[in-house]
């Protein structure tokens, strides 16, 4: 009973190609959010969607385009891949962005994209 | 822009030994919350604080909220190699966590 699943696991491939992470969550949350976490271990927000809305753009390149199709998913697209976009990108969900206790985030097993 | 500084970044103890985990800003968040990572898998989430001066035990594990909420502190008791891990304060801001850097924590049996 996986509450946060993401695919694929790792993903390698060569600068200029186009990539997709897909997430999954069967929490029932309203909230999902997209993470990259560098190689020193730091962990910063990319995006974030409420019931398929977007919310957060952390000053991402446009290069990547989230696509939320429904609430319990959150793909993740990347456009012409540079080697800077080596990363793990974890996806994760909240119940919401409001309320008490808006920020628990459950977080899937990350994918580690990896740009040659 | 919110930051979160946490210290030590790495910290490699001797089994039984006692340690604290700091995590501090100058801004002040509604709520704070840690998290640990084991390698190859996603934060999970350990506690949430959100009043200041809050204290909550998790076993051996202490969470405390600074009276201010601009800081916090993470103390295990009796350190066992079962700890190890990296473990992650995050401050609740608009809309968003905002992370902190991390602290790498070894436990050596």
């Known amino acids: 009973d996986t509450a946060v699943s993401q695919t694929p696991k790792y993903l390698v491939t060569q600068m200029g190609n186009d990539k997709s992470i897909k997430c999954e969550q069967n929490?029932?949350?309203?909230?999902m959010y997209w993470y990259k976490q560098d190689s020193k271990k730091f962990l910063k927000i990319m995006f974030s969607?409420?019931?398929?809305?977007?919310?957060i753009n952390e000053t991402v390149p446009n290069r990547f385009s989230p696509k939320s199709p429904d609430k319990a998913h959150l793909n993740l697209h990347i456009n012409s891949l540079e080697l800077g976009d080596s990363a793990v990108y974890f996806c994760?969900?909240?119940?919401?962005?409001?309320?008490?206790?808006?920020?628990?985030?459950?977080f899937g097993p990350g994918t580690r994209l990896t740009v040659t | 822009t919110q930051l979160l500084e946490q210290s030590p970044q790495f910290l490699s103890i001797q089994e039984g030994e006692n340690l604290t985990v700091y995590c501090n800003s100058s801004s002040v968040f509604s709520s704070l919350q840690w998290y640990r990572q084991e390698p190859g898998e996603g934060p999970v989430l350990l506690v949430t604080v959100v009043t200041g001066g809050e204290v909550k035990k998790l076993k051996r594990l202490t969470f405390q909220f600074g009276d201010a909420r601009k800081d916090s502190s993470l103390h295990i008791t009796a350190a066992q190699p079962g700890d190890t891990g990296l473990y992650l304060c995050?401050?609740?801001?608009?809309?968003?966590?905002?992370f902190g850097q991390g602290t790498r924590l070894t436990i050596n049996p």
């Open positions: 994760a969900s909240s119940l919401s962005f409001a309320g008490p206790n808006p920020y628990e985030q459950y």
């Open positions: 929490l029932g949350h309203d909230t």
């Open positions: 969607y409420n019931n398929k809305e977007l919310i």
């Open positions: 995050a401050g609740a801001g608009a809309q968003k966590l905002v």
